[in-house]
Structure formats: C-alpha cells, structure tokens
C-alpha cells in the first residue's frame, strides 16, 4: 500500500517542495466524504459478520474476528452524529490501531487514495460541526467535495 | 559480547538475586550453617568464573567479600547488621559492574579500593571501621545513584590503582582457567565444598606470595590469619557436611536445565493456541458425523494438542514469588535507612501466574511495597504512641480467585491521609475545589492513582521519585488488571491487585442467551439445571426476585437477559431455560441462560480498553467456528447482584453491621398446629429431611445420627409419632461443632422481611407474633428449644427459665459485639423485641472500626473471650476516646468467675453477665436502660 509510484494529483497545485505531501485514504460516510492519513490505515476489508457486545458504549457496533486477532468495529455514522440508517448492501470498513488494539471503522464506502499537499490544509471552519470539529484535524477542499480529515487518536477516545 | 559472556552475566545476575534473599535470612539466623555455606558458594562461584573470564575489578571485589564471609563461616566473626551492610554494599559492588558489563561489554573504569579495605579490616576483625563505613561512601549503600557513580569513578580510580588490580588479577585467572575446566569435565555447575577447600588453601598461598607487594606486611599477615582460620573451620566442617555436600552434588548433577530465549517460549505459546484454536475448528467439523474417517486421527490430534497446550504453558508458569526475591532486601534497607521497625510477610509464594505476567507486574509490586514501607509504616515512636506494636507489618499475600490471581498488599500503618491528598490535589489543581467538596474519603484516597501526584510530604529516597501509583496503576491495566485501594486512618492501607489470567487457556461452557453467545468460565461453573414450569424444578419470585429451589437451598438467580439488557421473550418463571449454577468464593448464585451448548477450550485474549468499564466480561475469544465470543466474568455478575465476595475490608464490616431494622430473611413454617411460626434464616444451619424410622431414642431423647454425631431432636407443639415413619424436614441448628435438630411439620417459604414483633408472647418458646408476609407468624425462641436439646448450649448449664420482656418505649441504639455468629442471630431478634435498634459487630476492632465510621450507640453488650481483642481490651479502648466514652457497657461471657467479674469491672463494665442467663441480662438491661433515663 505504501509503495507508490507517484502521479501527478488533479489538484497538484500546491504540491511544491518534497515530503509535505499526505496520503489519505478517503471514505464516505452519509454522502460526507472524510480522510484518515493512510499511514494510519491497517486494512480495509467488506463487510463480515459481528458479534455484538451488550452493555457496550453505543458507538461500538460489536467484535469480530481479523485472522485471529480481535478488533473492536465501530460504528462510524454514530460515532460522528450522523442520523439515518446504514447504507444497505455491502458495507466497508477501515481497520486502524489505536493505543496497541486494532479497530474496525465501518464506513458506507471506502474511496480513493488521495495524495495531498500539507499545505493545501485548511483550519476547521467554524461553521464545521462542532462534534466534528473536535474530532477532525483539518479540512481540504477538493474540487467536488470536502474532505474532512479525521485524528483516529480523537474519534476512538469517547466516554459514555 | 561471546556465549560466555553472557552465560556468565545471566548466571550471575540470577546468583545475585538469591544473594540478597540469602543474607537477609542471613542476618537474621546467624547460626545457620547451611545459608552460610550457601552465599560463600555463590560468592565464591561468581569470583572463581570472572576470574576465568579475565574480569579482575570484579573478581577482586568478590574475593574481598569471600574472605569476610569464611571468616563468618568458622565463627571467627560474629555477623551484626553493619557486617551484613558491608557485604550487601559488596553486592550492590558487584551488580553495578555487571550492570555496566552488560551496558559496554567490559568493566567499567574504577577503583574499589575503599571497599576492599572496608572488608579487609572486618575479616581482620576490626569490626569499628565497618560500621560507619557504609556512609563514607554512598555509592555503595544507595542502589539509586548508580550511573552517577559509575562516572564518578574514574576521577577516583586513576593512577596507581589500575596495575595493581592487574597483577592481582591475572595470576588468579590462571588457576581458574584450570579450575572451571575441571568442573566442566565433571559436569558440575557449582563449586562444591571440598573444591571451595581446595581453592582456598591454594588462594592462601598465592595471596601469602603476592599480597605484601600491593598491601604491605600488617594488612598481609591479617588477611594470611584470618584465612588460616577460616580454613581450619573449614577442615573442621567437612568431614560432618560431607553428606549433604554430596547431596547437593547429586542434585546439581541431576537439575538438568537449558537456558530459552523468552521470544522461543512466546512464539511457541502463539503457535500452541493457534493450534488449539484449529484443533476446535476441526472437531466442530467432524462433530455429528460419526461415521467420519477423520474421527480418531483427529482425537488423537486433539489428545496430543491438549498435552502439547499443557506442557507450554508449565514453561510460562511461575511462582509468583519469583517476582517478589528482591523485596526482603528492599525492605530491609528501607528499614536501616529510615530507622523504622518492617517485618515483610509474603503468604501465598508458591500461587502460579503467566510468566509474561509476572515480568509485568514485578516493578508496580515492588512500588507498592516499597510506598506501603516508606510511606504507610510509621517510625517506632508513632507507632507505640498510637498503641501498635513497634514493628510495622507489610504483608503481600497472592492467591488464584475464579481465573484471576490476586495480590494483596498490606501495611498496618497510618493510613492514607485524606486531607492532606485533598489539600494537595487542590494545591496541584487536579480537581477543582468544587469537585473536591462532593467527593467522600474513598473518593479522594483514589485520587493518588492520578498522574503527577505523590502523597510523601518528602521525597525519600527510597519512594516519591517521581514514579507515582498512577504509573502502577497504568501498568497493572495494561494487562487487564485492576488496582483497588482500601485505606482507614490509622489502621493501614490495602491495595488489591487482581490480575487476569489473560492469554491462558482455559475450559469455557458456552452459553446463548438473546441469540447471542456467551463464554463462561468451567473453573466457576459447579453444575447446570434445566428449568421448566412443568419440570423437576421450577423458578419461584419470592419478595420480587427469582429462585430456584435446589436440594433444600434457596438458590439466587440472575437473568442473563436483564443483566446484559437483551430481549427476552418469554417471562423467567413459565418457559424452558438453564440455570448456570456458579460460584464465587463461597456464593452460589444461579445465572439464567435460554441454551447451554457443550464446553471448548478457549484462549482468553483482554477486551478492547473501551470495553474493560464494562463489569461483566473477563475476555473474550475466538470460538472454534471463527466466531467472537464475550467471556463472562463471574465475579463481576456476583458484585452486579450484590453478592460481592471480593469485598474489601470497609465493605465487609458494612455488611456484617447491619441493623436489626433491616430486611432478615425467615425461614416460615408449621409445626405441632395450625399457626406459621418462622426463625431467622441466618440462625438455620441447614434444612434437612429426615426418615423418621431412623430416629433412635437414647437417654430419654429422640436422637438420629448425623454427620458422624447424634443429633438430638426437639419439636415444636405436639409431638410427632415418630412410630409412623415418612419422613419430615428438619432445620438443623449448629454452634461449634455441635448439631440439634427442630422438626417441622411443613416448611411453608423463606420470606425477607423487615423483623417487626407486634405482640409479646406468653408463651413458653414463643418470642412474640409478626406480621409476615400479611400473615400472623409466631417468632420460635430457639435459644428456648435448643436447651431443650442441650442444656448447656450457652455453656455452663444453668437453670433456664424464660420470663417477660420487658417492653422499652424508646428506641434505644445498642451495639452487641461477639465472635458467634450464631449468638449474634440469636440475640438480635430478642433485644428488637424489647424495642432496641440493633448493630452487631463480629469482633471489637469491627466493633471500633465502626466508631470509626461515626455510628452511635446508646448501649454495648460485648462478648469477653474473643480472637484478637478481647473484651476487657475493647472496654478499655472505648473507654479512651471520646465518641463513646460514655456509652454504658455489659459483659455478657460463657465464662464466668470472681475474678472475671472484678476485671470486668476494672475495665470498665457496669455489669458481667453470664450467657446463659438470659434473664439476668434482661434485668441488667432495664437496670441500666433506667439510669440512662435519669441520666437523660
């Protein structure tokens, strides 16, 4: 995943100087698209089956099995206030690491690896929602979307 | 760094480890030979192969140390606390250079000659020097400052130190090189006794050459005496140790062990549950296909995985006492700095837990113990001042509890301080000032678990150097463990570590339960019931809550549904269900599940860390068919339906002090007529049935055989014709060892309910009426019955009469204190029918502690003879304070004489009563029940 030959990005613009370019893998979640930076990305898998875990905080869609390892799924929408029910058909996930466990983002689809100028990163906009706000580290403005660059540290710290 | 090398640094790290431990037992048994012999051994062995391997700074200061310990050996010596300082200083020598060997690969730079003099003169016998030598140079004495140190030296070493070390050094080498090939041809790891005789003659020799040059003639002829001495004692010694050298070679011999790296072990750890994992896989394959080809290949794989699972894992088990070799010695530094009195007790050594583990938890323990020591413990004067003995305890205790292993630590110190962890908290601005006035005492003693907190007012150099208890406490839950922390004032503190067994594999029933599935735990598991309305056993709802009616007990259930708030279809009492009976510590409670499938070997793996705030789940795994599974944690359910059993110290005493006013469970029942009677539940031993054709008549008693004894048999109203045969439920009474049994007609239920006597009653054996359960019930005086049974079951036989009850019109609050259970149950209901709001305490310093907490009391009845304090004792220490200093108090004892009564009177007590003599009690009760009226 890592290794990558390097094409140019539509919106290379700002994609001056050497290593202040970000790869992010991009996913959707309610037609909103967000970014995770890619080196924090494991895996991303379809959809399997869950286990769910009663009495579990409601952002925790349930346990499932990761050749042999068990990780956490967690239900994305919720977790970042998003109301409406799952996409059906087949839902994706992305599997991060977070403090030495793995967890499953469940995600309605998973995009494309975008490469992307540091630079080109743009403060929170204080119309952003303020859930989101917390939750995100910054956004960019792509041609046709806005990415909303999530912390994986931020989104998997929740207290209820 | 070569094979050698570190053979020799692992070997010799493990040496200096038992070294401590050995020294300290040392110091304390001066006359033992065998422990003596042992740390010379070791001494000697790790002087004998650095000398081979050519590391002289090391072998010089071992020898050093040797020469001091043959001296100790013949007697010519007397071991003190200084001596052992100097040798342990000796140690800590010899680590700090292996430490730094193990760093670089070579010997640091340095000069131990001031140490080496230090021993030198106390094998000479100059013991002066020694004594304050220690403190003349502090690297030695503190294990902390060591890099520090190790940089110093070099500016203390140059010069002419260095050569000298050499020429010393390299001789010895030579005659090692020889020595240690020796052993190794003969297979042998340790040096015997007559091999150390032998080195030592020839040492004596080389040092007699060589010495004068480095040392000058006086320092020569002393070393040259003293090792003549020692050799001498050890000539003496040999022909009488020679067995138990020889033994010893046997075992050296025979103790076959080879080093594994621990990544080989982890590795093969992984590998082994994986195979499990597959083993189970497959065997849910081939499950329900008898005639498969691949059943008994498959069952003989699964046999030979089982055994290969159980072999690794006795590689990964130890002793948890491994983790605890280094404390003795901490603690007994800690004691020689401080000036304090420690004794270290560590139970439960022995209990086996991961090794992975026990790496773990091996820093954050020896933290505790070391902050319990420091910080917990009071210095000698504080501690007499308070009235506790001198020397303070800290007490590790380790035991397995339902897949967990617990570790106590303990001190019997001051307690934390609450107002100062509050003042500091708001001083460090951890919690606001108004969070800190909602939060009660146990609130705040959590706070200490918080980062960047530290409770010593000075840093010691022993605690509080920045490493705080929020870094245990991190550690700890690291592996899924759990840190809790009891603390009275004064009386100590306890930390309970509970660590699970996580990454083992253990047996799991498997349960489902809503549609999903659930693991619980074999170990707990004690039998399964099938529940159906139309069945064998039936669930019943007594006071709202569900029960299952099990061989005469009343078995507490939990609906699995409710507990984990899944959907359940069909009520608990009208459907088919199991019963997953389990027990924690002594609770048996009943847990309710829609399905149980077989049982599978499952490899615990932790819940994810959002997960852990969740009580009911120890682990969770991956079953055979690739599924997840939550683990149950059976402890947890017990804590859920308040049946804690790992309740600590402050919670038990809560639970045993329960007032009179509270829900008691009776035990509802007819016997002789038509009208309920009922006794508390707590009172019954056991409820039994019992054939009536086997009851015997003996001395004018009806009497049956029961546990190995002769029950005696009383009833209630007419009696029963025992010639008819059938049989008739039983409730057995016991006290001590002895059993007596009230026969029934019928036992009706068993009802909780607030104990409200109406009506007094008239009549003989009856206490009075209560309305139980909407109905009239006669509360039995069972006291009344059981003499019947025994006339001296409150001791020595008395004429016994019941009489009337005096009625008290206010409600007055009295406190009963007595080691009997059985009294207490008995005597509570009486006295709540004279109107007295009840709190019973099991021992005095529950009863003190309970002063402590701020309950008042009006009246104290107490008990004399019981363990730990007495009554007279407890007289005395209720006397001496304040809260209750006032409160009049009653002896009630079994035993009772002149003298018992003056001292009772001297202590304290307005009157000494006997227990047998209910009556008379009664009247003391009135007597002073009026003077308080008078007071008031």
Known sequence: ?????????????????????????????????????????????????????????????????????????????????????????????????????????????????????????????????????????????LENNLLVVLDVNKLLTFTT | MDDLMRDFLAETTESLSILDLELVKFEKTPDDADILMNIFRLVHTIKGTCGFLGLSRLERVAHAGEDVLGRFRDGALQPNAAAVSLILA??????????????????????????????????????????????????????????????????????????????????????????????LAAGQKAASEAEILADCRSEAETADMERPDDYGVAAAEETAASAAAAYTGLDR???????????????????????????????????????????????????????????????????????????????????????????????????????????????????????????????????????????????????????????????????????????????????????KIRRKAADLGLVSEAELESMSDAQVQQLIFRPGFSTAEKVTNVSGRGVGMDVVKTNIEKIGGTVELKSTSGKGSVFTIKIPLTLAIVSALIVECGGERFAVPQLSVRELVRVSPSGEHSVEVINDSPVLRLRNSLLPLVSLHGLLKLEQSRKIT??????????????????????????????????????????????????????????????????????????????????????????????????????????????????????????????????????????????????????????RSVLVFSDQDRYAGVVVDEIIDIIEERLEVGLSSERQGILGT?????????????????????????????????????????????????????????????????????????????ALSLRDRGVRVDLIISDIEMPGMNGFEFAQAVLSDGRWGQVPMIALSSHVTKAYRERGKQAGFLDYVPKSRREELLRVLNQTLEGLGEAA
Request: with cysteine; proline share 5%; hydrophobic share 40%.
């Open chain 2, 237 to 419: 010694r040999t022909g009488s140790d020679r067995r138990s050298g020889d033994d010893r070679r046997d075992t050296a011999a025979s103790a076959q062990s080879i080093r594994v790296s621990v990544d080989v072990l982890e590795t093969l750890m992984t590998m082994v549950s994986e195979l499990v994992l597959t083993r189970n896989n497959l065997l849910q394959m081939v499950r329900g296909r008898d005639d498969s080809e691949f059943a008994e290949p498959l069952q003989r794989l699964s046999l030979i995985t089982t055994d290969l699972q159980e072999g690794v894992m006795k590689t990964r088990m130890q002793p948890v006492g491994n983790a605890w070799g280094k404390l003795p010695r901490i603690v007994r530094d800690l004691a020689m700095e401080t000036g304090k009195k420690l004794d270290l007790q560590m139970i439960g050594a022995e209990t086996e837990l991961d090794r992975q583990v026990l790496e773990l938890i091996k820093d954050p323990l020896t933290h505790m113990v070391r902050n319990s020591a420091d910080h917990g413990v009071e210095m000698p004067e504080e501690r007499i001042r308070a009235g506790k003995p001198e020397t303070g305890t800290v007490t590790l205790r380790a035991f397995h509890e339902g897949g967990h292993i617990i570790i106590e630590v303990s001190d019997d110190g001051r307690g934390l301080n609450t107002r």
């Open chain 2, 770 to 846: 209560a309305v139980i359960n909407g109905k009239a019930t006669d509360l039995v005086d069972i006291a009344y019955h059981l003499t019947r049974a025994f006339s001296d079951w409150f001791g020595p036989a008395e004429d016994m009469s019941t009489s009337r009850h005096p009625e008290i019109s206010r409600s007055r609050r009295l406190l009963l204190v007595d080691d009997s259970p059985f009294f207490l149950n008995l005597l509570t209901p009486q006295l709540a029918v004279m109107g007295f709001e009840v709190t019973t305490a099991e021992s005095a310093e529950q």
């Open chain 2, 574 to 727: 009208d459907g088919d269900f199991f019963v997953v009976v389990t027990q924690v510590g002594a609770q048996n409670f009943g847990v309710v599940v829609d399905q149980v499938f077989d049982t599978e070997e499952i490899v615990v793996k932790p819940v994810a860390r959002m997960l852990r705030k969740i009580p009911f789940y120890s682990g969770n795994t991956i079953l055979g068919d690739g599924r997840v599974i939550m683990i149950l944690d059976p402890n947890g359910i017990a804590t859920a339906i308040g049946q804690a059993t790992l309740a600590s110290a402050a919670e038990e005493v809560e639970a045993v002090a329960h007032h009179s006013d509270q829900r008691a469970s009776l035990i509802v029942f007819r016997a002789g007529d038509e009208e309920r009677k009922a006794v508390p539940m707590a009172l019954v031993a056991r409820l039994e049935s019992i054939d009536l054709a086997s009851v015997e008549r003996a001395n004018d008693r009806h009497v049956v055989q029961y546990r190995g004894r002769l029950m005696p048999l009383v009833h209630l109203g007419s009696e029963p014709d025992w010639s008819s045969g059938g049989t």
């Open chain 1, 1 to 141: 995943m890592t290794a990558k030959p390097r094409e140019p990005q539509p919106r290379s613009a700002a994609a001056v100087g050497c290593g202040t370019e970000i790869e992010y893998l991009s996913f959707f979640v309610d037609g909103q698209m967000f970014g995770l930076p890619l080196l924090s990305v494991q895996d991303v898998l379809d959809a399997r089956t869950l286990t769910p875990i009663p009495l579990a905080p409601p952002e925790v869609a349930g346990a499932l099995n990761l050749r042999g390892r068990i990780i956490t799924a967690i239900n994305t929408r919720r977790r970042l206030g998003l109301g409406g029910a799952a996409v059906e058909g087949r839902r994706m996930s992305v599997v991060v690491e977070h403090e030495g466990e793995l967890y499953n983002l469940i995600v309605d689809r998973v995009g494309d690896v975008l490469h992307l100028s540091v630079e080109d990163c743009e403060e929170n906009p204080a119309t952003l929602d303020p859930m989101w706000r917390d939750l995100s580290t910054g956004i960019y403005r």
């Open chain 2, 90 to 183: 000796c140690i800590d020598r010899i680590r700090e250079i292996i430490a730094a060997l193990e760093d670089t690969g070579s010997e640091p730079a340095g000069s131990d000659e001031v140490l080496i003099e230090q021993l030198r003169a106390l094998a000479a016998g100059d013991a002066v020097i020694p004594a304050a030598a220690p403190s003349a140079e502090p690297a030695v004495a503190t294990p902390a400052p060591q890099a520090e140190h190790l940089e110093a030296a070099p500016t203390e070493g140059g010069g002419a130190a260095a050569p000298l070390m050499a020429e010393a050094g390299y001789p010895m080498a030579a005659e090692m090189v020889a020595e240690v090939e020796a052993a």
